[in-house]
C-alpha cells in the first residue's frame, strides 16, 4: 500500500469540490484550512456527495460515526482524515 | 393579541426559563424580551411610520430571535429573508417590500454593495460585526451596542405596548417570501391573527408545555422553522439551535445533550438521517416527538423512522406560506393506519377538496384542497392580481390536488401548480427557465421536479440548443449558480433535440417526466 501524496490528495478534492460545489466558479477562493460550513460551500446534501467521492477515489468507508466536522469540514481535515483512514488499512 | 405578546406573556409567566440555546450561548425569557426591546425602544426612535418594513437577514443565532421580536415588539413589519440566496433575489425582496431597516449579520455582508446600491429607502443598518466600512452611505450601529443596556437607556416596559390580549390583530406582522409560479418570488402578508392563531392550535395539538424544548436545524426565515419559534415561545418553551446538519452526527449529538423533547425535519432532513446517521442505534431518551413537514414523504421513509424511533410519537404535517402555515397534522396514533395521509385539519381550520368549478367533491374523488380559517394569509404583497388567484370569497385556494377517506383523513395526490419541492425549498420552474433561456446558446428549456430519494424533488433541465452551438451539463450549470441560489441550480441537465408539446404549443412536461424518468432507467 502506497503512502498518500498528500498534495496531490489536496489537489483532487478541491478540484470535486470547485467542480461539484461552486460549478467551476472559483471568483471566491477558499483556503485550505477554511470550514466549509462557515463559508457555505457545501450543504447537507453536498456532504453525501462528498462522502461518496472520498469512498470511490480513496477505497476508504466512511462510518456514519465519521462524519464529524473533525474528519469532513476543510480541505485540511480532509486530507488528514483520509491519511488516518489509509494508515488503518495498512 | 400580537406576536409580541407571545414573548411578553412568557417572560412574565418563566423569567428565568431558557428561550433559546445557541452553541454555548442562551438567553433566557427575561433576557430575550429585555434584549427585544431595547431594539424597539431603538427602532422607535426612528419615527417610521406604522407597519414599516424591517428585514432581517440573519442564519438561526440568539441574535436572530432578538432582531424578530424586536421588531415585533416595535409594531413593524419582520421580513425575514433567505440566507441562502444571491444578492440579486435578495435585492429584489428589499425593493419589493420598501425595506427601511436591514438587521444583517456580518457573514452576509458580501451581498451589501449590490443590495443598497439600489435599496434607498434603507434607513439603518444594523449589524452584530463592525461592517460600515461596506454600506459608508448608510447610517450603522452595532446590535450588540443597542441591546447591550448600559443602563443609560431604559427601554419602556415592552408590556406597555401590548396589545388587547382577547382580540387578535388583523395588522400585517410579517413577510415571508416564497417562490411563486410565475418566477419571481412572492412576498405572503401574514398578520397577527394568522401566525397566533396557528401557533396556539399548533401548541394545541401537539399539545406543547414550558418543559418542552426543539432542536431547530430549519432556517426561521422559513415559515416551518418560524412556527417551531413560535410555538416553542408561546408555550414558555426553548428552542435549541443547531445550523450543522450537514454532520448529522453532530447535531445528533446536540439533540442528546440539550435533553430537546422534539425535533423537526424536512423529507430530505429524515433521508439523511436515516441513511447516513446513527440515529437508529440512539437511546435518545429525552426526545417526545418528531414533527414532519415540507412536502410528502414516501411512506416508505416514514415506515422506516418508525422502525428507527420506536418510542417517539411522529407527527406527520401539511401546510403552506399561506396558511402560516399549518393545514392539517397526522395524530401519531393514527400514522401507521393511515400511511401516506396528511390528516385530519388542525384546530379552527376548515379544509375543502374541490373541483374545478369549486364544488366540494364526494370522498374518494380526486380535487384540489382549499382552505378556510384564521391562519388564511391577508394576501401577497404588492400582487393583487396573484392573490385573486389563490383567495376565493376567504378560501385559500392551495394547489394541490387530493382527496379524502372515509373517516375523513386527507390524501395529497400531486400539485397543481409547477412548483418543485427540492430539499425543502419551494422552487418555481419558471423562474428557472427564464434564467436559462438569457444563456444566448439556448433555444428552448424547460425545468421539472424528478423524484429523489434525497431531495424529494431533484431539478432536471431539458435544453435545446440553437444550431451550431455547443454546451454541456456543467456550463449550464455554472451559468445558473451566477443567477440562482445553489438549490435552485438543476442537478442534471439534458440536450434533446425538441421539446415535446402540446396543441397550443405549451411544453408537455407530463411527457417530459416520462421521458426523463424512462432516460433515468436505462
Same mark, same amino acid.
Given at each position: 500500500?502506497?503512502?498518500?501524496?498528500?498534495?496531490?490528495?489536496?489537489?483532487?478534492?478541491?478540484?470535486?469540490?470547485?467542480?461539484?460545489? @461552486? /460549478?467551476?466558479? %472559483?471568483?471566491?477562493?477558499?483556503?485550505?484550512? =477554511?470550514?466549509? $460550513?462557515?463559508?457555505?460551500?457545501? &450543504? !447537507?446534501?453536498?456532504?453525501?456527495?462528498?462522502? @461518496? /467521492?472520498?469512498? %470511490?477515489?480513496?477505497?476508504?468507508?466512511?462510518? =456514519?460515526?465519521? $462524519?464529524?466536522?473533525?474528519?469532513? &469540514? !476543510?480541505?485540511?481535515?480532509?486530507?488528514?482524515?483520509?491519511?488516518?483512514?489509509?494508515?488503518?488499512?495498512? | 393579541?400580537?406576536?409580541?405578546?407571545?414573548?411578553?406573556?412568557?417572560?412574565?409567566?418563566?423569567?428565568?426559563?431558557?428561550?433559546?440555546?445557541?452553541?454555548?450561548?442562551?438567553?433566557?425569557?427575561?433576557?430575550?424580551?429585555?434584549?427585544?426591546?431595547?431594539?424597539?425602544?431603538?427602532?422607535?426612535?426612528?419615527?417610521?411610520?406604522?407597519?414599516?418594513?424591517?428585514?432581517?437577514?440573519?442564519?438561526?443565532?440568539?441574535?436572530?430571535?432578538?432582531?424578530?421580536?424586536?421588531?415585533?415588539?416595535?409594531?413593524?413589519?419582520?421580513?425575514?429573508?433567505?440566507?441562502?440566496?444571491?444578492?440579486?433575489?435578495?435585492?429584489?425582496?428589499?425593493?419589493?417590500?420598501?425595506?427601511?431597516?436591514?438587521?444583517?449579520?456580518?457573514?452576509?455582508?458580501?451581498?451589501?454593495?449590490?443590495?443598497?446600491?439600489?435599496?434607498?429607502?434603507?434607513?439603518?443598518?444594523?449589524?452584530?460585526?463592525?461592517?460600515?466600512?461596506?454600506?459608508?452611505?448608510?447610517?450603522?450601529?452595532?446590535?450588540?451596542?443597542?441591546?447591550?443596556?448600559?443602563?443609560?437607556?431604559?427601554?419602556?416596559?415592552?408590556?406597555?405596548?401590548?396589545?388587547?390580549?382577547?382580540?387578535?390583530?388583523?395588522?400585517?406582522?410579517?413577510?415571508?417570501?416564497?417562490?411563486?409560479?410565475?418566477?419571481?418570488?412572492?412576498?405572503?402578508?401574514?398578520?397577527?391573527?394568522?401566525?397566533?392563531?396557528?401557533?396556539?392550535?399548533?401548541?394545541?395539538?401537539?399539545?406543547?408545555?414550558?418543559?418542552?424544548?426543539?432542536?431547530?436545524?430549519?432556517?426561521?426565515?422559513?415559515?416551518?422553522?418560524?412556527?417551531?419559534?413560535?410555538?416553542?415561545?408561546?408555550?414558555?418553551?426553548?428552542?435549541?439551535?443547531?445550523?450543522?446538519?450537514?454532520?448529522?452526527?453532530?447535531?445528533?449529538?446536540?439533540?442528546?445533550?440539550?435533553?430537546?423533547?422534539?425535533?423537526?425535519?424536512?423529507?430530505?432532513?429524515?433521508?439523511?438521517?436515516?441513511?447516513?446517521?446513527?440515529?437508529?442505534?440512539?437511546?435518545?431518551?429525552?426526545?417526545?416527538?418528531?414533527?414532519?413537514?415540507?412536502?410528502?414523504?414516501?411512506?416508505?421513509?416514514?415506515?422506516?423512522?418508525?422502525?428507527?424511533?420506536?418510542?417517539?410519537?411522529?407527527?406527520?404535517?401539511?401546510?403552506?406560506?399561506?396558511?402560516?402555515?399549518?393545514?392539517?397534522?397526522?395524530?401519531?396514533?393514527?400514522?401507521?393506519?393511515?400511511?401516506?395521509?396528511?390528516?385530519?385539519?388542525?384546530?379552527?381550520?376548515?379544509?375543502?377538496?374541490?373541483?374545478?368549478?369549486?364544488?366540494?367533491?364526494?370522498?374518494?374523488?380526486?380535487?384540489?384542497?382549499?382552505?378556510?380559517?384564521?391562519?388564511?394569509?391577508?394576501?401577497?404583497?404588492?400582487?393583487?392580481?396573484?392573490?385573486?388567484?389563490?383567495?376565493?370569497?376567504?378560501?385559500?385556494?392551495?394547489?394541490?390536488?387530493?382527496?379524502?377517506?372515509?373517516?375523513?383523513?386527507?390524501?395529497?395526490?400531486?400539485?397543481?401548480?409547477?412548483?418543485?419541492?427540492?430539499?425543502?425549498?419551494?422552487?418555481?420552474?419558471?423562474?428557472?427557465?427564464?434564467?436559462?433561456?438569457?444563456?444566448?446558446?439556448?433555444?428552448?428549456?424547460?425545468?421539472?421536479?424528478?423524484?429523489?430519494?434525497?431531495?424529494?424533488?431533484?431539478?432536471?433541465?431539458?435544453?435545446?440548443?440553437?444550431?451550431?452551438?455547443?454546451?454541456?451539463?456543467?456550463?449550464?450549470?455554472?451559468?445558473?449558480?451566477?443567477?440562482?441560489?445553489?438549490?435552485?441550480?438543476?442537478?442534471?441537465?439534458?440536450?434533446?433535440?425538441?421539446?415535446?408539446?402540446?396543441?397550443?404549443?405549451?411544453?408537455?412536461?407530463?411527457?417530459?417526466?416520462?421521458?426523463?424518468?424512462?432516460?433515468?432507467?436505462?
Amino acid at each position: 500500500m502506497p503512502t498518500v501524496d498528500t498534495d496531490t490528495t489536496r489537489k483532487e478534492i478541491r478540484e470535486f469540490i470547485v467542480e461539484a460545489f @461552486l /460549478f467551476g466558479d %472559483e471568483s471566491e477562493p477558499f483556503e485550505d484550512g =477554511d470550514s466549509f $460550513m462557515q463559508q457555505g460551500v457545501i &450543504d !447537507s446534501t453536498g456532504v453525501l456527495e462528498l462522502v @461518496l /467521492f472520498l469512498e %470511490e477515489n480513496y477505497s476508504i468507508k466512511v462510518d =456514519d460515526e465519521e $462524519m464529524t466536522p473533525n474528519n469532513l &469540514d !476543510s480541505l485540511n481535515n480532509l486530507v488528514a482524515f483520509i491519511q488516518k483512514k489509509k494508515q488503518k488499512k495498512q | 393579541m400580537k406576536i409580541s405578546d407571545l414573548l411578553v406573556n412568557a417572560a412574565a409567566a418563566f423569567p428565568k426559563d431558557t428561550a433559546a440555546v445557541y452553541l454555548e450561548r442562551s438567553l433566557n425569557y427575561r433576557e430575550l424580551d429585555q434584549a427585544a426591546s431595547r431594539l424597539a425602544a431603538r427602532l422607535r426612535r426612528l419615527d417610521l411610520e406604522p407597519g414599516s418594513r424591517v428585514a432581517i437577514l440573519f442564519e438561526n443565532c440568539l441574535e436572530y430571535l432578538i432582531g424578530f421580536f424586536g421588531v415585533q415588539a416595535a409594531g413593524l413589519v419582520g421580513v425575514p429573508l433567505d440566507t441562502s440566496l444571491a444578492s440579486e433575489n435578495l435585492n429584489y425582496m428589499l425593493a419589493d417590500c420598501g425595506a427601511r431597516v436591514l438587521i444583517v449579520q456580518g457573514k452576509y455582508r458580501r451581498h451589501l454593495s449590490a443590495i443598497l446600491g439600489d435599496n434607498l429607502s434603507i434607513q439603518l443598518l444594523i449589524s452584530d460585526k463592525p461592517i460600515q466600512a461596506d454600506c459608508p452611505s448608510v447610517p450603522f450601529e452595532l446590535l450588540s451596542d443597542i441591546v447591550g443596556g448600559d443602563g443609560d437607556e431604559n427601554p419602556l416596559p415592552s408590556d406597555s405596548f401590548s396589545s388587547d390580549l382577547n382580540t387578535l390583530s388583523d395588522e400585517l406582522a410579517a413577510i415571508f417570501y416564497t417562490s411563486g409560479s410565475t418566477g419571481e418570488p412572492k412576498g405572503v402578508m401574514l398578520s397577527h391573527r394568522n401566525l397566533v392563531s396557528n401557533t396556539q392550535a399548533t401548541v394545541e395539538y401537539l399539545k406543547l408545555t414550558s418543559d418542552d424544548s426543539v432542536l431547530v436545524i430549519l432556517p426561521f426565515y422559513y415559515i416551518y422553522g418560524n412556527s417551531l419559534l413560535l410555538t416553542h415561545v408561546a408555550c414558555g418553551g426553548a428552542v435549541v439551535i443547531d445550523n450543522r446538519f450537514m454532520y448529522p452526527e453532530v447535531v445528533l449529538d446536540t439533540l442528546e445533550e440539550s435533553k430537546a423533547t422534539g425535533f423537526a425535519g424536512v423529507p430530505s432532513t429524515f433521508m439523511i438521517a436515516l441513511n447516513k446517521s446513527t440515529i437508529a442505534r440512539r437511546p435518545l431518551k429525552h426526545l417526545k416527538y418528531i414533527t414532519q413537514a415540507g412536502g410528502a414523504m414516501a411512506p416508505e421513509v416514514t415506515r422506516q423512522l418508525i422502525a428507527a424511533c420506536p418510542n417517539q410519537k411522529i407527527w406527520v404535517m401539511y401546510g403552506q406560506t399561506e396558511a402560516a402555515p399549518r393545514v392539517t397534522y397526522l395524530p401519531p396514533d393514527m400514522l401507521e393506519k393511515k400511511l401516506g395521509s396528511i390528516g385530519i385539519p388542525v384546530p379552527g381550520v376548515e379544509v375543502k377538496i374541490v373541483d374545478t368549478s369549486g364544488k366540494e367533491v364526494a370522498s374518494g374523488e380526486t380535487g384540489e384542497i382549499v382552505v378556510g380559517g384564521p391562519n388564511v394569509m391577508l394576501g401577497y404583497w404588492n400582487q393583487p392580481d396573484e392573490t385573486a388567484e389563490v383567495i376565493r370569497d376567504g378560501w385559500l385556494v392551495t394547489g394541490d390536488l387530493a382527496r379524502y377517506d372515509e373517516d375523513g383523513y386527507f390524501y395529497v395526490v400531486g400539485r397543481k401548480r409547477e412548483i418543485i419541492k427540492a430539499a425543502g425549498h419551494r422552487v418555481s420552474a419558471k423562474e428557472i427557465e427564464e434564467r436559462i433561456l438569457e444563456y444566448d446558446k439556448i433555444a428552448e428549456a424547460a425545468v421539472i421536479g424528478l423524484p429523489d430519494e434525497v431531495f424529494g424533488e431533484a431539478i432536471q433541465a431539458v435544453v435545446v440548443l440553437k444550431s451550431d452551438c455547443e454546451s454541456d451539463e456543467k456550463e449550464i450549470q455554472a451559468w445558473c449558480q451566477k443567477r440562482l441560489a445553489a438549490f435552485k441550480v438543476p442537478k442534471t441537465v439534458l440536450f434533446v433535440d425538441t421539446l415535446p408539446k402540446i396543441q397550443s404549443g405549451k411544453i408537455n412536461k407530463l411527457k417530459l417526466k416520462e421521458l426523463c424518468q424512462a432516460g433515468a432507467q436505462d
